[in-house]
């Protein structure tokens, strides 16, 4: 009722400048234009003033702007999927990369790949990959295949299932597909590549995923597994074959007897490397990469440029988490790495549950002491805030017939602990 509301103000985007969220550009930014072209008008009129030529020519251009700024805008901000690869932006990769969780971490990255018609691989691969009825790249496959195009060194953090076999079987295959033939005059020299996982099934599944691609492209694979006789294996290498799938035990076996040579071996995947640490097969794993020629090794320097038309020995590592001795492979043995992660880092969480309790202080003795005596035969790890609470809270343990450990002078000796 009041006559101060009934003419509220809009605030009037002149000159465009700004614009009002959720609204259609280009009808905002014709109404900027019609509205400067109004507020002139009422100025001039009001000093008696005519419109000068190069004022309207000025305005007529403004217009002409407003009325192309949706074609302009619209093409700025449609989403990568309806882009042709050159058309897509930094901002498109970034949505690109969240939308398939991919995150990086190194120098020098080249883009992922949006779909296999996008991606260098060769025609024969191609269609290799269609014949599988692989429609689309994984997220791995997406991140991964470029990089191995390039002979990066790569380390990829993606669970079983992601796809990451052929991520790292498809760059291995073209760079066999450079190499001369197999023949009588090398196949003495040993395979061209050699893929590490920790278990014999899991080589036996890496096996089948190469085959699936190797076939076409008259590449021969070969597994040395456990469980199998090992001359029969050394045979088979020595008939000559590109690519060896094996377990680090047994192949060590294999070379130190003599059996087969990696003279020119030059491209290799360690599958699940935490694994295989776990397993205690890091002796055999460097004792397979120190068998390699190392004429090949990238340069150290990381700014120098790789040349395209060489040789270099590309390394592939794959493993769910980082430990000490995993760094320790990563950092001897691959030159200036990318790490490649799908999804998001501490998956541990999908594991564990976890719950919050909430409570007043009095009650919170109570509530632990019953959570940790339901535990029954179990271990358990109890954090809190400072070494004088730690210290009251494990001789409450304690009395209270609980066997406890009290960690907290880590915090003061600052130990590196685990
Ligand atoms: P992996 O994670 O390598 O063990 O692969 C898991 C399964 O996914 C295997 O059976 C593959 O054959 C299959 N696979 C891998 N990549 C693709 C893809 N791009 N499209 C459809 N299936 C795939």
Known sequence: ??????????ARLLFGRGFRAG???????????????????????????????????????????????????????????EKKLEEMTERDWRIFR?????????????????????????????????????????????????????????????ETGSGKTAAFVLPMLTYITRLPPMSEENEAEGPYAVVMAPTRELAQQIEDETVKFAHYLGIKVVSIVGG???????????????????????????????????????????????????????????????????????????????????IYRTTYMFSATMPPAVERLARKYLRNPVVVTIGTAGKATDLITQHVIMMKESEKMYRLHKLLDELGDKTAIVFINTKKSADGLSKALDKGGLSCDNFAWWEVTGAEGN
């Open 98 to 158: 969240e939308d398939f969780n991919i995150s990086y971490k190194g120098s020098k990255i080249p883009r992922p790949m949006r779909s296999w018609a996008e991606s260098k691989l060769t025609l024969e691969l191609l269609k290799a990959v269609e014949r599988a009825g692989y429609k689309t790249p994984s997220p791995i496959q997406m991140a991964a295949i470029p990089l191995g195009l390039q002979q990066r060194d790569v380390i990829g953090v993606a």
């Open 1 to 10: 009722m009041n006559a101060l509301y009934q003419n509220p103000h809009e």
């Open 23 to 81: 609204m259609d550009r280009r009808e905002q930014k014709k109404l900027a234009a019609k509205n400067e072209k109004e507020t002139r008008d009422e100025i001039r009129k009001k000093d008696g003033l005519e419109e000068k030529p190069e004022e309207a020519a000025a305005q007529k251009i403004k217009e002409e702007a407003a009325d192309s700024y949706d074609t302009f805008d619209m093409r700025v901000d449609r989403h990568w999927t």
């Open 228 to 310: 199998q006789s090992i001359e029969e294996q050394g045979f088979k290498i020595r008939q000559g074959c590109e690519v060896v799938i094996a377990t680090p035990g047994r192949l060590i076996d294999c070379l130190e007897r003599r059996y087969a040579v990696l003279n020119q071996c030059n491209y290799v995947v360690l599958d699940e490397a935490d694994r295989m640490i776990d397993m205690g097969f890091e002796p055999q794993v460097m004792g397979v990469l120190d068998a390699m020629p190392s004429s090949n090794l990238k340069p150290e320097n990381e700014d120098e440029e790789l040349d395209e038309k060489k």
